[in-house]
């Protein structure tokens, strides 16, 4: 008798793919499927079938903020261009109802933006309770691109390490869970799908010249991603570290890392307001 897709978790996905300080990251693969036993097929259908949970989920959280409550949920979702973060939003977050999504993107930042410290947009985006936030890349990118790049000195980007973290718990306490997911792509997954955009006329305006740029300091990004995995993974807001290459994995790794978050604040629906007899009464007798 086949396993039932949820059974083909060997280890949940919180256990498989949550960040271990010091793990060398150079030698992931980025192809595996820590903590499934199962076959792509079985991956999708899992896929499909937390569509509804993850949807009621969502909304009782929604129900929760519209009745007063102060729960929201913050799925982080950082990685290099075509580390998939797109596709988690569409196949992922597009399982839900959108009107209890507030999705935020961060790229370079405009001139109002600069004339603020580097959190100020990003406190700006935070979800309203009852929401479900995501963020397109994220606050981290000040300890990533920045550091990358060369935008700061090395005193100024280091320390923004104990920064984010003390946003973060400051966040968490406020009532937030957040989710923070790194998604890996191998150099070789990169180069195809970029290949790919430029093939395909309905891709082009995915692509940027800027991501050849990118890979040509791959082994410098690694070690920044090292460094912040090491030094932002904490307690309350904990790295998930995702291997991409199989988009159907990361989809589905995501997916049960969201709904698991989501059953952890085990939030019913409201009670009414209104005595609910009278209201059918009346409804009867209109």
Known sequence: MAKKPEKL??????????????????AMDQSATPGWSGKKADGEELLAARGPELAELQERLFAHGRTGGDRSVLLVLQ????????????????????????????GVPTEEEQRHDYLWRVRNALPRPGYLGVFDRSHHEQVLVVRVNHLEPPETWRKHFDEL???EAEVAASGTLIV??????????????????LERPDKHWKY????IDVRTRLP?????????????????????VVPADRKWYARLAVTELLTGALRSLDLGWPPADF???TEKARLAAS
Do not use: C
């Open 9 to 26: 978790w060997k280890t949940s996905a919180d256990d498989a793919l949550r960040w271990v300080r010091g793990t060398d990251l150079t």
């Open 275 to 277: 005595d609910v007899e």
């Open 220 to 240: 410098e990004y690694l070690a920044a991603y090292q460094e912040m995995l090491d030094r932002t993974s904490t307690e309350v807001a904990p790295w998930y």
């Open 165 to 167: 973290n003390e946003f």
């Open 208 to 211: 940027n010249p800027g991501d």
């Open 180 to 197: 923070k997911v790194a998604l890996m792509v191998s150099a070789d997954e990169q180069k195809a799908r970029l290949a790919e955009r």
């Open 79 to 106: 990685g290099l261009d075509t580390a998939g973060k797109g596709g988690i939003v569409r196949h992922v977050v597009g399982m839900v109802d959108p009107q209890g999504v507030q999705h935020r993107g961060f």
